[in-house]
């Protein structure tokens, strides 16, 4: 029987969510990380806990089918994969930093400069893109500390929350791409493989859709639920039921997160009360 060779961060910032989000597709596998190679219980899989770096190159070889992996780093490697599905988690940007007492932020700052970076290639095709000449130096790690060495007049790296860079005495100027986790895969998978992984995007739909919704129960005075019903965004129509109280019913919807807040302020305004929001867990539409 055909299995799925995924491959996933052996340790880092990838390593936990992408673990989670197999397990909440219900993928269980016995702990992995002093492993190099772990079969699935419940599901034709392989996971396989590999460098972050090397992930890409086994990728485009089929030594793996798919991967969970940062979409920058797949960016830099630029290697022949597809991207199947953004995850939504781990979201970073590759950004270029200057020392905090730089007071400008125009690219322009980098001409003739130096730059360290372990993303030669992606900041190699931005400075050519925007015409600015400027040696880059390759670092593999640490590469917060160069300016204060004296070993490069700025950097481009990874940024999520700017901290690190705050901690370095540097400040963020100019992002080159934003990223985040991305489910990839090797473009000569075979036909069962095909199966198999489409298989697998079911679940992560269901389980991303689940995330990135709340559903949510209300109380509405009955001349009031066709003014409520034209708020919310539902998939087809929200669910009405009579409560024991003469003149009320009860509304169940969804909700998407991005538009949550201001939703539920319509609805206040409008007359609802006693709203309950609840996690989903799975949700398949």
């Known amino acids: 029987m055909s299995k799925l060779k995924i491959a996933i961060q052996k340790s880092g910032r990838l390593y936990e969510e992408s673990i989670q989000l197999l397990k909440d597709c219900g993928i269980s596998a016995s702990n992995g990380k002093d492993q190099l190679k772990v079969s699935v219980e419940n599901f034709p899989m392989e996971i396989m806990y590999l460098r972050n770096s090397d992930i890409p190159q086994y990728l485009e070889d089929g030594v793996v089918d798919i991967a969970i992996v940062g979409e920058n780093l797949l960016i830099e490697k630029n290697k022949k994969i ?165 003149g009320w019913s009860s509304i169940h919807t969804v909700i998407k997160e991005d538009a949550f807040w201001d939703i539920i302020e319509q609805l206040k305004a409008a007359g609802a009360e006693g709203i309950l929001v609840l996690e989903i867990e799975k949700m398949i539409l």
Do not use: W
Request: with cysteine.
């Open 82 to 246: 597809d991207i199947v599905e953004k995850l939504g988690f781990s979201k970073c940007r590759v950004s270029l930093a200057v020392p905090k007492d730089i007071d400008t932020n125009d690219l322009s700052f980098f001409n003739g400069k130096k730059i360290a970076t372990s993303y030669p290639n992606t900041v190699r095709e931005f400075l050519i893109k925007n015409n600015i000449q400027a040696d880059i130096h390759i670092i593999s790690g640490s590469v917060e500390i160069a300016p204060n060495i004296g070993l490069a007049d700025g950097i481009c790296d990874i940024v999520s929350s700017g901290s690190t860079l705050f901690k370095n005495g540097l400040r963020e100027t100019v992002t080159i791409l934003n990223s985040e986790a991305v489910l990839a895969k090797n473009k000569d998978l075979s036909e069962e493989n095909e199966a198999l992984l489409s298989k697998l995007l079911f679940r992560i739909n269901a389980v991303q859709t689940a995330r990135n919704s709340k559903y949510i129960l209300m109380n509405i005075p009955n001349n009031k639920i066709a003014e409520v019903t034209k708020i919310l965004p539902v998939l087809k129509s929200p669910t009405v039921l009579p409560l024991a109280e003469e």
